[in-house]
């Protein structure tokens, strides 16, 4: 059971707007803590895509954004395209877990 | 650009010792900007952090894992590794090597992975 809570799964046509949260607690997400999220690609290494609740690396399309509010994040993907298709995984720090970094447990994107 | 290549045997027998080695390339271990994880993939399933070594030596493992796992860096080689012990078929993975952001606690160059089974 992952620390972070995120749905299994979410689908949208292409062209849609799609959110994904990831509900944390008081220890990791509500302490303060920054969240990231990453995209993989099934058989490939997971990419980063927001880090900081709402920054994107060098590269990553302005479609993708993050935001963060009490103990939850949520990453937002508008025009959504068929390459879109991926797993996504949010990322954060536990302050009960010492130095833990921990992850949700993925949600399946799948584009119509 | 950043490049990180994980190593070592892919298969491991049951209570034995699973080791990989990570080289790093197009940065240096010594950066004090950064640490350097490991993260496991089980097949089907999501991400999970077993812990990072920093440039100094130090260390921080996931503690469900702490009683077993090792982490060390080399310098002189631009390289870190991780030891497991008392391996079973649950640590059957794909194990990531990982540079992390000392700040922010990020991930931002990932190796490309190797699958690491555990079987007799």
């Known amino acids: 059971q992952s620390v972070l809570t995120q749905p299994p799964s979410v689908s949208g046509a292409p062209g849609q707007r799609i959110t994904i949260s990831c509900t944390g607690s008081?220890?990791?997400?509500?302490?303060?803590?920054?969240v990231h999220w990453y995209q993989q690609v099934p058989g490939t290494a997971p990419k980063l895509l927001i880090y900081?609740?709402?920054n994107r690396p060098s590269g990553v399309p302005d479609r993708f954004s993050g935001s963060k509010s009490g103990t939850s994040a949520s990453l937002t993907i508008t025009g959504l395209q068929a390459e879109d298709e991926a797993d996504y995984y949010c990322?954060?720090?536990?302050?009960?877990?010492?130095?833990?970094?921990?992850f949700g447990g993925g949600t399946k994107l799948t584009v119509l | 650009q950043v490049q990180l290549l994980e190593s070592g045997p892919r298969l491991v027998k049951p209570s034995q010792t699973l080791s990989l080695t990570c080289t790093v390339s197009?940065?240096?271990?010594?950066?004090?900007?950064?640490?350097w994880s490991w993260i496991r993939q089980p097949a089907g399933k999501g991400l999970q952090w077993i812990g990072r070594?920093?440039?100094?030596?130090?260390?921080s493992y996931n503690p469900s894992l702490k009683s077993r796992v090792t982490m060390s860096g080399d310098t002189s080689k631009n390289q870190f590794s991780l030891t497991l012990t008392s391996v079973t078929a649950a640590d059957t993975a794909v194990y990531y090597c990982?540079?992390?952001?000392?700040?922010?606690?990020?991930?931002?160059?990932w190796g490309q992975g190797t699958l690491v089974t555990v079987s007799s």
């Open positions: 990982a540079r992390g952001d000392i700040n922010w606690y990020y991930f931002d160059y």
């Open positions: 070594v920093s440039s100094s030596g130090s260390t």
């Open positions: 900081g609740n709402t």
């Open positions: 197009g940065d240096s271990f010594r950066s004090g900007h950064y640490f």
């Open positions: 990322q954060s720090y536990d302050s009960n877990l010492t130095g833990s970094k921990v």
């Open positions: 008081s220890s990791n997400i509500g302490a303060g803590f920054d």
